[in-house]
């Protein structure tokens, strides 16, 4: 069974619409963290957000906020007014575990998202 | 710039050769990752290293072999390759410690195995 699933493979968007990129996920740990990624075309992988599984509250950083919900295991991410540099593919990650050690992210297949003007 | 570099960032190499991929972090990170990223699948992490120890190893083929000689350094040597190991390799590195979260990629190595 999938650990992060990712239902939109591709989504076009009107320059400053804002954008929800689904991702849930699957884990009986009770401590994990949820991430974000964003990667351009250049390839390199670049983190916007993380939620860890504790959290209280939303998190946001700067357009990206992610809209958090623990018994959906839901874990969207929300882009406002977005850009056409925010074209790209996003990526939902998990990371299993309360964190202090080097664990490795389990990834979804990503959505590619295109802003257009 | 993240702090994390790869050298080549293209690599085409025949099934008999042998050649190594090369990672830097210079964000005083302790524990670095490689994670392979084929067309059309999800990323796969292949190996963890905390404090130069590799901690994890996801069922790599024995032609993947890892070295990290210290913690700013991490290397995927290569050797006798299929062309079904052609993909974007990257690596990652993070400050392990409690609270410490993100990873910090570096921009890949795209291989192509002929």
């Known amino acids: 069974a999938q650990k992060i699933t990712q239902t939109q493979p591709g989504m076009f968007v009107q320059e400053k619409e804002a954008v929800t990129l689904d991702c849930t996920y699957d884990?009986?740990?009770?401590?994990?963290?949820l991430f974000w990624y964003k990667q351009p075309s250049s390839g390199e992988m670049i983190f916007l957000i993380y939620?860890?599984?504790?959290?209280?509250q939303n998190a946001t950083e700067g357009r990206y906020s992610l809209n958090f919900q623990k018994a959906r295991k839901s874990a969207n991410l929300v882009i406002s007014a977005s850009q056409l540099g925010d074209s790209a593919m996003y990526f939902c990650?998990?990371?299993?575990?309360?964190?202090?050690?080097?664990?490795?992210?389990?990834f979804g297949k990503g959505t590619h998202l295109i802003i257009q003007p | 710039e993240t702090g994390v570099t790869q050298t080549p960032r293209h690599l085409v190499m025949g099934m008999t050769n042998k050649k190594s991929l090369k990672c830097e972090q210079h964000?005083?990170?302790?524990?670095m990752y490689w994670y392979k990223q084929s067309a059309k699948k999800p990323l796969e992490l292949m190996f963890v290293?905390?404090?130069?120890?590799?901690?994890e190893n996801n069922s790599v083929p024995s032609r993947f072999s890892p070295e990290c000689p210290n913690s700013s350094h991490l290397f995927l040597h290569l050797h006798t390759l299929q062309p079904e190991d052609s993909a974007l390799y990257l690596c990652?590195?993070?400050?392990?410690?409690?609270?410490?979260?993100?990873?910090?990629f570096g921009p890949g190595t795209r291989l192509t195995v002929t």
């Open positions: 990652a590195s993070s400050q392990d410690e409690q609270g410490a979260y993100e990873q910090y």
């Open positions: 884990t009986s740990d009770p401590s994990y963290g």
């Open positions: 939620q860890g599984s504790y959290d209280q």
């Open positions: 990650a998990m990371r299993e575990g309360s964190g202090g050690g080097a664990d490795g992210l389990t």
């Open positions: 964000l005083g990170h302790n524990a």
């Open positions: 290293y905390n404090f130069k120890e590799q901690t």
